[in-house]
């Protein structure tokens, strides 16, 4: 009773999620770089930092992008480092990076490292549409509740910048007064400063010194004098320059379901719960009143992921449950149904009360491992009652029934349970980012089979000795379905070598069929949730071009049906498919997040909703808009379904090599959406100076770079902070002299004897193509050419062979391959290492229950034959062989070879004393009938709702639970009829052994006496 109320109680507060929590064993590091264009950013700040990476041991690789104004690095660690190897690795990397004293002077800060985790994503996000007045004051009040909200951790906006104070200033007033821009910039520091003093001391009382300088009102600044002589001459910035408040410049826009607005993404602490943040924040947002012209629509709610697969995982479980119960009520009579079902909460419950100390949470991945587990709970359970029925069918009193018939069956039964946890252990050491996501998998299995060996073992048997003393009778259809049995078996030991020849002739159909009809797809994304629209328009595009040609879009995804859209957001300026992306790179660049309702409510997959919209955008779009479209996918993220790298230094002999690859794969059936990385930028004015000038007057590089930076981009140069409140001043040229390209000659530098000497004495121009983004590869230029597959058509690892034999690695261009192709190598080369780990595991278990070598041969046989559903029920369904598919086949194994030990063990209990018969393999097989029959039908029955998703469909679990389902349909006949013909094969032999030995031997007698002759 305590282990279900206090399961009861652990099951209601354990913290639920929608994936386990995982770290990816990823350092990422941002150095932030004001103004500098993308190649600047390139070698000034990323090469010095890969440099200093080089000290540091450990690392697989490293791989950067340098954009305007940032350098973002990420560093992969180890996938299979545990945490203390990675918080090694991370310090490493953090006492590199803070050896490093090159970087420019003009870098904001130093480079911020951190770590990626599954809790870094946001769980929703709130989009807000309205007006920028009405959002300027209506999005601090939303983020100020939100952080109020217990399970908040952090919010990130995406469009509608805050405000800020800008000073601009005319260049011609500047050099009327003999002042340059450093000048301005540095009188505007010293001005806005506060402090103390120390302390007065008198003899009477101590009185504070402190200067409060600082601005009270932004307007302020233009007292700022920049200069003064002693006379009282001089001139103040309000003769310069004028201030204004505007929204900070991120170059991005940003939709809220096609009108213009705002994002809000929440990120949630670390150990709170997914579904009561969420919870909360809906509550929250119930229970403000919004301003007229204002909507909020809540986007990628993770919760509502979440929630819908814990309640059909939930509803499924409790329908395969009745039918579970209902069938053990079919075979046994009320009592000993009841108490054999009674094990299946008792033990789930039980799991649950144990969950909380491994730091396991309820996810999706957790319940699968419930639901694949769920059958089988009562497979001992079913082997303890039946044997006791049986006893008492024989008219043994209940005590002794039920102490006899845990002494004969219970070392069965141990082995039973433990090959099917052997079998699991295993897939606790698989590697990778998928590892880590399904570990909990085998965890819950064992847990819950050494649960139900105890609760068979010790609370069954005092539950089925209550009651009634009577004999129990076995039910009629009971009897009728063994004396039919019988008679099949009968027959087919008689023609047994023709019965095992079938059995392998299926086994060979369907090992051709799995090997040339079945995909191989680790995570399969027919009910992906979602999608993403990319738009490139021609360098130099404007931001109202592209955002015409994304209004034209949002059209179209507006017309599709409310059972399939949730709402789409759009960002204006970027490509990056991370939603917490808050700035912009050019304004030529568009994505647009399109989010779907769960695969069980719609009619159509992602893929198909793509392409009715791809057909649109054939048409409708114009000829020099290039837009693509991939899949958000489900699962751990292993990239897209082909990425080719082409790592060169020039930039040409890479471009060639690119554009061959990108036309050769272009051409390869089942490839759409070809594309690469390179994002070509603005052209670039590239300023060359002339160093002995720039010395000769007295001024720095420093001085040249700063002046070109505050004059065009701005630079932050002081603040105005009060209570929940903080203002930036950012000081720039006025915008005409930042739109006339003349001016930028005579850009006045003032040196340190006080002259003013124009720009155009120290530097020349030249006019080339920019670059927006550079990527790198452990330190080498590298292009990545990557796009969509039909996997019916193509498989990533075809791909990747066919383009390493077409274009192969040499001296100028390395060819190398990520994303999906090279994670399905890793994920399913550890599966088979994993398989044959639980193989031999399973071999030796049997081995130590039956104190024999040989006998075990006998189950091992029956092992391969289980594939044959699976591969039947996959290929009918048309689902690719992916990663749950082959962890219900491990579960299959388990409930096969549970049945098959205990057949094994009943037809050879008497071999110790005489040589078993025919007659003793169909009576022990005839025996053993009705726990087979249960043990795979309660697992079938408990398995087929969630395959087929009665209850809810789930993308990852039901493939699981319909291979287990097909393969113990076919495993039942495996167990039923091949193993007695292989137990009668093996008698066969050992009759034979004795003939056989005296042929070889007179063989090789007559052998040797011819040698002698």
Not at 182 to 209: C, D, M, Y
Not at 582 to 591: C, E
Not at 685 to 708: F, K, S, Y
Not at 869 to 874: A, K, T
Request: aromatic letters at 8%; one cysteine or more.
């Amino acid at each position: 009773m305590a282990v279900i109320l206090f399961g009861i109680r652990t099951a209601a507060i354990i913290q639920k999620e929608s994936f386990p929590r995982v770290s990816r064993n990823q350092i990422m590091i941002s150095t932030y770089y004001p103004g500098a264009a993308a190649r600047d950013v390139e070698i000034n700040v990323t090469v010095k930092i890969e440099e200093a990476l080089l000290e540091v041991p450990g690392l697989d690789e490293y791989a950067s992008v340098s954009r305007e104004g940032v350098s973002q690095i990420t560093v992969y660690v180890d996938d299979d480092a545990d945490a203390e190897a990675f918080r090694v690795a991370y310090d490493d990397v953090d006492a590199a990076i803070g050896r490093l004293d090159t970087l420019p002077a003009t870098v904001d800060g130093r480079p911020v490292l951190r770590r990626v985790t599954s809790d870094d994503l946001p769980i929703v996000e709130l989009s807000v549409a309205g007006s920028p007045e009405l959002l300027q004051t209506f999005l601090p009040y939303l983020e100020r509740e939100l952080r109020s909200i217990d399970g908040v951790a952090e919010l990130t906006r995406v469009g509608q910048p805050e405000i800020e104070a800008r000073i601009l200033v005319d260049p011609e007033r500047a050099r009327q007064r003999e002042v340059d821009l450093l000048t301005i910039a540095r009188a505007i520091q010293r001005r806005n400063l506060e402090g103390s003093g120390g302390t007065l001391e008198t003899f009477l009382s101590e009185k504070k010194v402190v200067a409060y300088t600082k601005f009270e009102d932004y307007r302020e600044v233009l007292d700022t004098n920049v200069r003064r002589s002693f006379e009282g001459y001089g001139v103040r910035l309000s003769e310069l320059a004028t201030v204004e408040l505007v929204p900070e410049e991120r170059k991005l826009i940003v939709h809220s379901n096609g009108k213009p607005g705002a994002s809000v993404l929440v990120r949630r602490k670390s150990g709170s719960d997914l579904l009561d943040t969420v919870d909360d924040i809906r509550t929250m947002l119930s229970s403000i009143q919004l301003p007229p012209g204002v909507a909020v629509n809540l986007l990628n709610d993770q919760s509502y992921l979440a929630r819908n697969r814990l309640q059909l995982l939930a509803s499924n479980s409790l329908m395969g449950l009745l039918l579970v119960t209902g069938l053990l009520f079919w075979a046994f009579d009320a009592r000993t149904a009841l108490w054999t079902a009674f094990g299946i909460p008792f033990t789930l419950l039980g799991v649950f009360l144990l969950l909380p100390l491994l730091d396991i949470t309820l996810n999706a991945i957790t319940l699968g491992g419930f639901v694949m587990v769920l059958g089988m709970l009562v497979d001992d359970a079913v082997v303890v009652a039946e044997q006791v029925q049986n006893l008492r069918e024989d008219g043994m009193p209940p005590v002794d029934a039920a102490i006899g018939a845990v002494k004969q069956v219970w070392k069965p039964v141990f082995a039973a349970a433990a090959t099917t946890m052997v079998a699991f252990t295993p897939m606790l050491g698989l590697g990778g980012l998928p590892g880590k996501f399904i570990w909990v998998i085998p965890v819950v299995v064992i847990l819950a089979l050494s649960m139900s060996l105890f609760e068979s073992y010790f609370i069954l048997p005092l539950h089925l000795v209550h009651g009634s003393s009577r004999a129990t009778h076995k039910k009629r259809y009971i009897i009728a379905l063994e004396n039919l049995y019988r008679a099949i078996l009968t027959a087919a030991l008689r023609f047994r070598y023709p019965v095992v020849s079938f059995f392998v002739g299926i086994l060979a159909v369907s090992a051709f069929v799995a090997g040339n009809y079945l995909t191989k797809d680790p995570f399969p994304q027919e009910a992906a949730e979602g999608f993403i629209v990319r738009s490139t328009l021609p360098p130099g595009t404007g931001a109202a071009q592209m955002e015409a040609l994304q209004n034209r879009i949002e059209i179209e995804l507006a017309k599709l049906p409310e059972n399939e859209l949730v709402g789409y957001s759009t960002r204006i300026g970027t490509h990056s498919d991370s939603p917490l992306t808050d700035r912009g790179l050019q304004s030529n660049l568009a994505i647009l997040f399109v989010y779907l309702t769960p695969y069980s409510e719609r009619d159509r997959s992602a893929t198909d909703i793509m392409d009715t919209l791809r057909g649109f955008l054939a048409h409708e779009l114009p000829e020099h808009a290039d837009v693509t479209m991939e899949l958000m996918r489900l699962g751990p993220p292993v990239g897209h379904p082909f990425e080719v790298r082409v790592s060169a230094n020039d930039d040409e002999t890479r471009s060639r090599r690119v554009e061959e690859i990108r036309h050769f794969v272009g051409g390869l059936a089942g490839v759409s959406d070809v594309r690469d990385d390179e994002l070509a930028g603005r052209p670039e004015l590239n300023l060359r100076v002339r160093h002995d000038m720039l010395a000769q007057a007295g001024l720095t590089v420093e001085d040249l770079l700063t002046t070109l930076r505050i004059a065009f981009d701005g630079m932050i140069v002081t603040n105005l902070t009060e209570v929940g409140r903080s203002l930036d001043f950012r000081l720039r040229l006025n915008r005409e002299a930042r739109a006339n390209l003349e001016f930028l000659a005579t850009l006045p530098l003032l040196n340190h004897a006080g002259y003013l000497i124009n720009l155009d004495r120290f530097i020349y121009i030249e006019e080339q193509p920019g670059r927006a983004e550079v990527s790198h590869v452990n330190g080498d230029r590298t292009t990545t050419v990557y796009g969509n597959l039909d996997k019916d058509l193509m498989s990533p690892g075809d791909l990747m062979e066919i383009v390493s034999q077409r274009f192969p690695s040499d001296s100028a261009v390395r060819i190398s391959f990520s994303g999906e192709p090279v994670e399905n190598e890793k994920i399913f080369g550890d599966l088979a290492i994993a398989a044959l780990t639980a193989l031999l595991g399973v071999y030796l278990i049997i081995a130590l229950v039956f104190d024999s070598l040989t006998r075990p041969v006998i189950v091992m046989l029956s092992v391969p034959f289980i594939l044959v559903g699976v591969v039947w029920g996959l290929f009918f369904h048309g689902m690719a062989l992916s990663m749950f598919a082959l962890l219900g086949v491990i579960g299959l194994v388990g409930v096969i070879v549970n049945n098959a030990i205990v057949l094994v063990h009943t037809i050879g209990a008497q071999q110790d004393t005489e040589a078993v018969k025919e007659t003793d393999i169909i009576r022990g097989s005839v025996q053993r009938l009705r726990p087979v029959l249960l043990t795979s039908l309660t697992t079938i029955l408990g398995l087929f709702p969630t395959a087929y998703g009665l209850g809810g469909y789930d993308p990852m679990i039901s493939p699981m639970c319909l291979a287990m389902g097909y393969g113990l349909l076919f495993g039942s006949l495996i167990v039923m009829y091949l193993v007695p013909c292989l137990y009668c094969i093996g008698r066969d032999l050992e009759a034979a052994r004795p003939s056989l030995t005296r042929v070889l031997t007179t063989a090789a007698k007559s052998l040797s006496g011819r040698r002698l002759r």
